[in-house]
Structures are given as structure tokens and as C-alpha cells.
């Protein structure tokens, strides 16, 4: 386990020197012009307002990292032939893959951690307070956290077996098939062929759901988000995180690096 | 990796698979007690959504049509009234794609059905159709479409006529639209008009939808239809025997009928307290019954 934190820790290194944390400036640029306009544009809904522009800046910006960040981790250090220095080493190929995994998930938890605080900072220039029911809005950045190591896990699954670039249409394409999953479930009978219907019904359950995490609708008006759905996403993401890390782990343990 | 490691992989995802789709089931509970009661369209105005879809308005049209068929169909499985949102899809899917044709059809067959068939707005229906016909004015089915609107929903033989007139002058149009134009306009609502109608719609329409909805018409109309000729024997029934039967089995043992009646489902009728021939309870045709269709 040391040694996967290494690698988790030189991940997060890596990421900083990148300069990944810049994407901070334009959120709190975003985050600054909302809170200034939103009072001008808007009746009655700047907290609103406020909270999903906040929680969507916090989303894709975390989805931008995830994807082209994760699909990278794997495939930079074969380019720059660094992995053969690596795995040289006493580093057994699982540990890289669970060690790059982390160290981008700690990375995309300080920075939406401080993208958080921006918001936060927001409202209260907005509100002028901030109110115990407001913590709320933590429910649904901890479900993006979620959402997004379940975005990096994939992106690096693919990028175990593919190009760099398939690896990014193949993560969108699951990521976005995931937000759909619902209406594939819901396709009513007589408006689909029932074959069809069965099938999509079917392939919802295995894909990824990434609807589960969506509550940003809920937060913004203030409805409490029950204690089961928080702990079932918790095991649902790190169950589904597992199973996606241990493909990935088998591809690469296999794969020929010459 | 070992045989063994492999098969201890295969049961893990396989495991792990079966664990995601029984957490999915409790997660399912969980969100509906967060998720809006209430249906949402998000981009109400059509020209925010056509100025937002680039070029790809057409496109972004098919999409609003596909969550149109959709929004329509879990009404319809829920048994859920309220279709509030009706126009504003089809509103914003018109303006998107102003030529797709199916839009107009579906849309203004059930903005104009009174609940529980439709969202009862035929006002809505025919500012459908009418921006249909500016974009399409070649679409003789438009008028076609106009002239149900008007003749079913709005009861207006005179608009109903002239949209069915309108419409016969292209040479493409059905030969027995003008003959419609000028039965309308001479005797009004029939039954007979409006199982032509209906019928020529189920025969016709591509669209199952539409097709199921033309079929549901077609049954009321003949339980209708049923009913008068079923009213009509009970009456004769009191004549002969100086007071109206409890049981239709009665009407049977008189001779007046040879077998109970069914409606067009295959449930029997019933007779209601006053002794009159009713639909069955239990029959699906009663969650569709508004009144007497077109039976003026």
C-alpha cells in the first residue's frame, strides 16, 4: 500500500506542476461575475441561480480533469517511456493503476474542495449569511466527487486498451449513455419494439447510472437528501469503481509493452 | 494471469454486477422521494432553443419529438391526466423543425382530445396545424388534420367544412374530402361521419400511437352505437311487459336478444339503476368514456 501512495501522491504532484489547479481562476471568475449579475438579471432565485451555476461549473470542469486527465495517466508515461523506469522498480503493474487512480482522485477532491469554497463564498456575498440548510449543497458536491472517480476509473480503463483518443469518445459516450439511463428503463410499450425495449432495459442496470448522482435540482431548492441514497451512492460508486479498476488491472497486467 | 486468477476475475465482475443492479433497485426508491413531483421542460422558448441549437436545430428537433412520444406515452401507461406539457414540447419541436410532419399529425390529435385521451385544447391543436400550413403549405393532410380538430373537438361544421375543402383542391388529397366538406356542411355531426373518420385515420396513420388511439375511438363509437340499440330493445321490453328488465339476461328469455351483449372488448353490458345499458365496470373502455362521442 505504500507504494500505491507514492504513485498516488507523485500523481497529485504531476497534476500540480501541470498546472491543472488553474481551471481554480476560472471558476472563481465565473463564480464572481454570476454573483455580481445574477442580482441584476434575476427575481427571487439568485440563491438558486447561484447553486447550479456553482454545482455545473464544479461538474464540468471535474468531468474536463477526469476525462482528459485519467485517459492520460496510463498513456503519458508509455509515450514518454517513463513506465519502463517504473515498473523497473519493486511496483507491481496493479499498484501503478490503483496508485494513478488515486492520485487523480485526490487531486479532483482539492480541487473541487476549493471550488466548493468558492461557491460557498458566493452565496454568502449573495445572501449575506449562510444558514445551516445551505449545507445541503455538500451532499450534492460529494456526489460529483462520486461521479467524477467513476468518470476516472473508466477513462482509465480504456486508456489501458486504446488510443488516447478513443479512450476520451469512449468515456463521453459511457458518460453520457449513463445520464440516459432512466429513459431507457422508462421506453414505454408501444412506442418501442419490446425486443428493443427489453435490451435497453437490461444493458440500464449494468451501465454506469451516472442519474444517481444528479440531485443538484433538489439541493437548489433546499430538499434534504435522505441518509440511505448518500450511503447507497457511496457503495453503489466504490462497488461499480472496483469492478472497473479490476478490468483495467487485468488489461494492463496483460498488456505487451515492448 | 493464472486460469485461476481469470476465473476469480470473472466472478468478481460478475458479482460485482449483480451487487450494482440490486443497489440500483434501493437507489431508485431513494430518488424518487428527492426527484420533482412535477415534470419540468427546461428551454420553454422555442426561439432560445432553435438560437441555442447552431445548425443543429433539426436535430435538436428529433430529440424534443423522441421525449414528446415519450412524455405522451408514460402519461398514457400512468393513467395521468395533467399533459400541461404537451405544447410547450411540441411548441418548441415545431419551431426546431418546422417540416416535421409527424408533429402536426400526432400533436393535434392529442392536444385536442378531451382528458383522459388528450390534453383537451383544441385552441392549441389548430395554432399547430395553422403554423404547419404556413411552413408546409403544400401538406394537404394538414387541412385534413384541421378539419378533425374542428369537427370533433370544436364542434364547428362550418370551419370543419371549409378545412376539408381547402384541403380537397390538391390534386394529392383523399377524392372523398370534398364529398366530406359538403356532407359536414349539410348535416353536421353523425355517427356515421365520424366512424368514416376515425376509420380513415386507422387505416392510415404509420404512427402506433395515433393507430391505438384511432382503434379506442372506433370502440366507443360502436359501444355507442350499442348502447342506443340495447336502450331501444329495453324500451320495447317495457312495452311488452309493462315494466324494464333488472338483469339483461331478461332481454334474453323474452327473445328480444339471442345472447347477452358485449362491447367491442368482449365484456358485457350492464344495466344501471334507471335501466339503462351501461359499459361493464371492469371494462378498459370506461377509463376512456368522456360521453356520447359524436353522437348528436
Not at chain 1, 482539492?110 to 458566493?122: C, D, I, P, Q
Not at chain 1, 469492478?243 to 496483460?254: E, G, K, N, P, R
Request: charged share 20%; aromatic share 10%; proline share 4%.
Amino acid at each position: 500500500m505504500t507504494r500505491v501512495g507514492t504513485v498516488a501522491v507523485n500523481t497529485f504532484r504531476e497534476a500540480l506542476r501541470d498546472r491543472v489547479l488553474y481551471n481554480l481562476v476560472f471558476f472563481a471568475l465565473v463564480m464572481m461575475a454570476a454573483a455580481i449579475l445574477v442580482g441584476q438579471i434575476s427575481v427571487n432565485i439568485e440563491q438558486i441561480v447561484m447553486i447550479t451555476l456553482g454545482l455545473s461549473a464544479i461538474s464540468i470542469i471535474g468531468l474536463l480533469i477526469s476525462v482528459f486527465i485519467g485517459v492520460g495517466l496510463v498513456s503519458k508515461e508509455i509515450d514518454k517511456r517513463t513506465l519502463y523506469a517504473l515498473l523497473a522498480k519493486p511496483l507491481r503493474r496493479w499498484e501503478f493503476i490503483l496508485g494513478k487512480f488515486a492520485g487523480l482522485a485526490l487531486t479532483l477532491t482539492v480541487n473541487t474542495a476549493a471550488m466548493s469554497a468558492g461557491l460557498f463564498l458566493a452565496l454568502f456575498y449573495v445572501k449575506h449569511s449562510i444558514e445551516r440548510a445551505d449545507t445541503v449543497v455538500l451532499v450534492a458536491v460529494y456526489f460529483i466527487l462520486l461521479k467524477l472517480a467513476l468518470v476516472v476509473a473508466l477513462a482509465m480503463l480504456f486508456s489501458c486498451f486504446t488510443t488516447p483518443l478513443l479512450a476520451i469518445l469512449f468515456s463521453a459516450g459511457i458518460y453520457i449513455a449513463g445520464l440516459f439511463v432512466h429513459e431507457m428503463r422508462n421506453m414505454q410499450a408501444g412506442t418501442i419494439d419490446p425486443a428493443l425495449g427489453g435490451f435497453l432495459r437490461g444493458i440500464s442496470y449494468v451501465l454506469p447510472n451516472f442519474e444517481n448522482f444528479d440531485v443538484m435540482g433538489a439541493v437548489a431548492h433546499g430538499r434534504a437528501i435522505p441518509g440511505a441514497l448518500i450511503a447507497q451512492n457511496t457503495v453503489y460508486a466504490a462497488l461499480y469503481c472496483a469492478i472497473v479498476l479490476a478490468v483495467a488491472m487485468a488489461i494492463f497486467s496483460q498488456r505487451n509493452l515492448k | 494471469m493464472s486460469s485461476k486468477g481469470y476465473i476469480a476475475l470473472f466472478l468478481f465482475v460478475l458479482l460485482g454486477f449483480a451487487g450494482v443492479w440490486r443497489l440500483q433497485k434501493c437507489i431508485d426508491g431513494q430518488q424518487s422521494a428527492v426527484a420533482n413531483e412535477d415534470d419540468q421542460v427546461m428551454l420553454r422558448s422555442s426561439k432560445l432553443v432553435k438560437g441555442l441549437s447552431l445548425e443543429y436545430a433539426p436535430l435538436v428537433a428529433d430529440i424534443y419529438w423522441t421525449r414528446v412520444v415519450q412524455y405522451f406515452g408514460n402519461k398514457q401507461a400512468g393513467k395521468q391526466l395533467d399533459l400541461r406539457l404537451l405544447w410547450p414540447l411540441l411548441d418548441v419541436t415545431s419551431v426546431l423543425d418546422p417540416h416535421l410532419m409527424p408533429v402536426y399529425d400526432f400533436g393535434s390529435t392529442f392536444l385536442s382530445d378531451a382528458p383522459p385521451r388528450g390534453a383537451g385544447r383544441p385552441d392549441l391543436a389548430v395554432q399547430l396545424i395553422e403554423r404547419g400550413l404556413r411552413a408546409n403549405p403544400e401538406e394537404w393532410r394538414l387541412y385534413y388534420d384541421l378539419g378533425f380538430v374542428y369537427y370533433f373537438d370544436m364542434k364547428d361544421n362550418a370551419k370543419a367544412s371549409a378545412a376539408f375543402y381547402e384541403g380537397s383542391k390538391n390534386p394529392k388529397a383523399y377524392v372523398w374530402m370534398k364529398i366530406m366538406a359538403a356532407k359536414i356542411a349539410m348535416e353536421g355531426n353523425s355517427a356515421e361521419t365520424s366512424n368514416f373518420l376515425w376509420q380513415d385515420v386507422y387505416n392510415t396513420t404509420k404512427d402506433p400511437l395515433v393507430k391505438q388511439n384511432a382503434l379506442r375511438h372506433l370502440q366507443l363509437l360502436q359501444a355507442e352505437d350499442d348502447r342506443k340499440q340495447i336502450d331501444a330493445l329495453l324500451d320495447e321490453y317495457q312495452k311488452r311487459f309493462g315494466r324494464r328488465p333488472v338483469r339483461m339476461s331478461e332481454l334474453v328469455q323474452s327473445g328480444l336478444l339471442r345472447a347477452e351483449p358485449e362491447d367491442p372488448l368482449g365484456y358485457p353490458y350492464i344495466l344501471s339503476e334507471a335501466g339503462k345499458a351501461e359499459l361493464n365496470l371492469k371494462t378498459p373502455l370506461r377509463d376512456k368514456w368522456i360521453k356520447a362521442p359524436a353522437s348528436k
